[in-house]
Each structure stands twice: as C-alpha cells, then as structure tokens.
C-alpha cells in the first residue's frame, strides 16, 4: 500500500471524549467526528459563538489577559506575590515547569486544582455585561428537549494549564508520570516493526501519556515538535524530530495527537516554520531557504492543518528572508497571517515562543514590547515570565489604546482562546 494512502487510513474515526455542559448536549447527537475531535460540526459553531459573547463582556484588562501564557512561581500552592499577579492579570493560559510540577501527584493535582479555580474567579465579567453572557446559555438550552437545563452563572474562565511533553529529555514531571520515548525513537521503531506498527504504537503510549497528565489537571500539551530534521537544523532539534521524512512527520504528528486528544489534551505543533541549528534561547537564526524550500521544510505543518486536527501552532523565532527579511517570525505578519493563515487555512490558536529567549533579545525588543507587537502581528497568545507578567500585560493594553494593536484583533485571538476551552470543557 502506498504510504500516503497508510497515513491516512491511519486515522479511524473515535468517539469524542471531551465533558460538554449539559446545554450543548443535544447537538451533540450531530457531530462530525475525526481523529477523536470534533471538527467543521454544529459544536464547533457553538463553541465558537459562544466564545464570542463570553468575550464581549470582557473588559479590556480581562482582555488582554487572556492572551498570555504566564510561568508559574512555586509548587503544592499559590503564594501571596502570585496571587496578586494573578489577581491584576488572570493570563488565559499557565505553563508549568519541572519546579512546579516535582512533587506526588495528589500535590501537584491540588496546586493545579487551586491555580485553575483562583483565575476563573478572577475573571468574571462585570455585572453589567453578564446577561450578555447568559443569553447564549439561554440560547443553547432552548436546544434541549422539554424540562432539561443546563444553565448555570457564568463563573469566569479557567485558564489553560500547559506543559512542554515532548518525550525523551523534555520531561517535565517528577514521580507518576510515565516518561515518554523520544521522537525520534519512533522513527527507529518504523525501521524495525514497520511504519504501521510504530504509528499505533505512539499513538497509544500519547494516550496514556495524556490519561496520566489530564488527571492532573493539565489540559495542553506544547509539542509535538513537526520539523522536519535535516542537516541544517540537526544540531538543535536531533532527537525532538520524528525525523528526515516529511511524511512519516507528518503521520507521527497526527498518531501523537490523536492519543493526546483521546486523553482530553490539546495539542500545539511546533515551531512554524522551522528552525536552525542554532539554539534560539541563546543567539538569532535565520532560515536560509528559498520558498520552495521552505514550503517543503513545512509540510508536514501544512497537511496537518488541512486535516483538520491541529488546535495551536506555535511559531518560531526564526528571520524567515524569503518571507519577510526585517522581522522574526514570531514578529512577522507576512510568516503568520499571510503564509500561516492565509497561505495554508490556519485557523486555530498561534502561539509565539517565549521572548526572553536571546533570538529576541538581539534584535533589541524587550520581552514585554515584543509581546504586544507579535499579538499585532497575528499571534494570539504570548508567554510571560511571573517577573514580567505585569509589563506585559502593561504593554498589551499600551498597544491597544494607542492603537497599535486593533481591538478586534485582541478579541478575535480571545474568541479562539476561549472557544479552545469549551471545547475542552473548561468552561462546562
């Protein structure tokens, strides 16, 4: 059988696994279900329209929040210094490290249990824009037959909670979690058992990986890494790749998220559209590719998102020329809004590394206003450090008032967060 043809059969249709509110439970009878996610089905139009008007009663603090992914200062609970940056700035999404995450698992369970709940109380809409808000719970309920109901106050948005679980030495966790295999051990295992076997293979271990951290209360994974490797990027990311295959990228991409979404977990392919063989946490890189080039190094990216399976995408920090030859891709409209959603239909969640990294730092941005100009740029969300949450939340809300960045750009990346969220039942 061809191999295009094994890739793609290697995805059978699986019930959807997500808790939904009880409100929306009546389309579900009418989902379109691929890869374990539904996907282009009245619950997705659902979702998203009820993301819109949860998001247009947000006040623009609340806003601009909800674009940032924030670290995490401690572990087992929340520190006074924390809860007061949280409570300023209730960041839509939190990224755990292993010093947050090294402990038993009843700990870190509660720690992620006590995150989740201070943020969705911290971002309720005023009162005034709350009937908005219950107008689309009115709306679904009247879906349900005669004497249900699902309504409920709105209690505010939980925030993603979010990890890199790559496998091999990207572990983040302490006693509990199982250790995934590295990527590229699966490329080995294709070469010894056969592709078909190491596809299913992965795609399983994802599952438990995912069944493991879900329970935890993790609910996003930042991986799996869908570069292709090659000679000028094998420095940095060998052993991270699935390897020199575009296709078999590609399909252990797709294996990779199918066991995580099974598991409840939202993916984040990483990092479009490539990147050197130079660490990007310590110095600047550039892609030297022509456009056909490039669109190769990309594919397996490209034939994700046309599935229809991809959630987030996460974007590098590398200077793309052939693209745009003044800014990093993280920084550049014509890498995120011209190629990635409009060059290949993205439109799921982009996310743009962390800017404290050096290959930022060198093109003389700080942290903070690089943030602010990636989100006018096409990013919808950001990473934050706790030191720097403040100023960049600061620098968000500057970008809007002097209108650097649009508000409708602000609430269209909000509406995508938040919509991701019911969908994973955050919000049920």
């Not at 006590?114 to 911290?122: D, Q, R």
């Not at 006693?175 to 058992?193: K, T």
């Not at 570069?227 to 575009?246: C, I, K, Q, T, Y």
């Amino acid at each position: 059988m061809p191999r295009d043809r094994l890739y793609a059969m290697s995805a059978p249709p699986r019930p959807a696994v997500f808790q939904v509110n009880a409100c929306l439970s009546a389309v579900l009878s009418v989902l379109f279900v691929t890869g374990g996610r539904a996907w282009a089905s009245p619950y997705e139009d659902q979702a998203a329209g009820r993301a819109a008007a949860i998001v247009s009663a947000l006040d623009d603090r609340l806003l601009a929040a909800q674009v940032i992914f924030s670290g995490l200062d401690g572990s087992r609970n929340l520190g006074g210094a924390m809860k007061g940056l949280l409570e300023d700035c209730p960041a839509g999404g939190l990224v755990l490290f292993r010093y947050n995450l090294n402990a038993e698992k009843e700990d870190v369970k509660a720690f992620l249990a006590e995150c989740s709940a201070f943020i969705g109380m911290n971002t309720v809409p005023s009162a005034a824009a709350l009937p908005s808000v219950a107008d689309v719970v009115d709306a679904a309920d009247a879906a349900l037959p005669d004497g249900a109901s699902g309504a409920r106050p709105f209690a505010g948005i939980p925030p993603f909670i979010a990890v890199d679980h790559e496998g091999g030495p990207v572990h983040r966790f302490g006693p509990g979690v199982s250790r995934l295999p590295a990527a590229a051990f699966w490329r080995g295992l294709a070469d010894r058992e056969g592709e078909a076997a190491a596809l299913a293979a992965l795609e399983e271990a994802a599952f438990k990986s995912g069944t493991e951290i879900r329970e935890l209360g993790i609910t996003v994974n930042l991986a799996p890494v869908s570069e292709v490797l090659d000679a000028e990027n094998l420095s940095f990311l060998d052993g991270r790749s699935f390897g020199e295959d575009p296709l078999f990228v590609r399909a252990a991409s797709a294996a990779f998220m199918r066991g995580m979404e099974r598991a409840g977990i939202s993916c984040t392919l990483k990092h479009f559209p490539g990147n050197t063989g130079t660490d990007p946490h310590l110095a600047s890189q550039a892609l030297g590719k022509d456009r056909a080039a490039l669109e190769e190094m990309a594919s397996p990216f490209a034939a994700l998102i046309k599935d229809g399976r991809v959630p987030a995408v996460m974007v590098s920090h590398a200077l793309v020329p052939a693209v745009d030859g003044e800014r990093i891709a993280s920084l550049s409209r014509p890498v995120m809004e011209g190629w990635l959603r409009g060059g290949l239909g993205f439109g799921g969640i982009i996310i743009a590394d962390d800017f404290s990294m050096g290959a930022v730092r060198i093109s003389g941005l700080d942290p903070e206003e690089a943030a602010a100009a990636s989100l006018a740029a096409g990013a919808d969300m950001i990473m934050a450090w706790p030191s720097s949450l403040r100023k960049t939340h600061a620098a968000i809300l500057a970008a809007l008032k002097d209108g650097r960045l649009s508000r409708e750009a602000l609430l269209k990346s909000a509406e995508r967060v938040v919509a991701e969220k019911i969908r994973l039942g955050l919000l049920d």
